[in-house]
């Protein structure tokens, strides 16, 4: 299946480097190593690639920033290698848009099962995307943003102006699990500690707003990280 699948790694030891293309060669993949995020950024910005296995500490950028500005271009799979095994990490690479992320040292072989479960994944996913497509299954459930406003079948949701921002920042950034800070500033709110818990009620709001639609279910909690938005009903 993946016998021809592209994983780039973005990693300066190259003793961890070489470990790696070692076992994912071995198996079939075809490997692109750089040693800086530039070269590595560059490479991302003309090729196709199925997978990216991204150092956090390089020598030039850090992997945090450059895997942001990835994004903005791609949702390739991005799997975070962190020295650290930092629960502060691990938060910051799965909100800017890290599918996961492991610890050094680690086994190659582990690695390799983790890569294979990402691509496997993707694949599902963008199959699941053209059957929709297919079938003109409706996007974000039917919902359309109108005057600052969200419509579902001609019929106005009569979201306030700091729930249209929240459920517009969710929709439009639906690949990426929102922290309540992220959607405060979102929401033009001061980014404060002591607000975070109002986008909790603001939440409440929406999903009762849907509700009458069936679509509340699609702003879905992440336990200890935000909120995010999907279709799907898993
Ligand atoms: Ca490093």
Known sequence: MNAKATI???EDESTIAENLIHVLEKDGF????????EQGLAFLTENIVDLLVLDVGL???NGFELCKTIRDFSDLPIIFLTARNDEIDRVVGLEIG???????????????????????RAIKHSTVVENKQAIEY???G???????????DGQMLGLTAVEFKILNKLINDSANIL?????????????????????????????????????????????GFGYFYSEKLV
């Open 8 to 10: 780039v790694i973005i």
């Open 30 to 37: 075809k490997v692109c190593w750089f040693p800086t995020g």
């Open 59 to 61: 020598p030039d950028v």
């Open 98 to 120: 890290a599918d996961d992320y492991v610890t050094k040292p680690f086994s190659p072989r582990e690695m390799l099962a983790r890569i294979k479960l990402r691509i496997k």
């Open 138 to 140: 409706p996007l974000n």
């Open 142 to 152: 039917g919902l359309q943003p109108l005057n600052f406003d969200y419509s579902v």
């Open 179 to 223: 922290s309540r800070e992220q959607l405060l500033v979102a929401a033009d709110l001061a980014p404060s500690a002591a607000y975070e818990r109002n986008i909790d009620s603001h939440i409440k709001a929406i999903r009762c707003k849907l509700k009458p639609f069936e679509l509340s279910e699609f702003v879905k909690t992440k336990r």
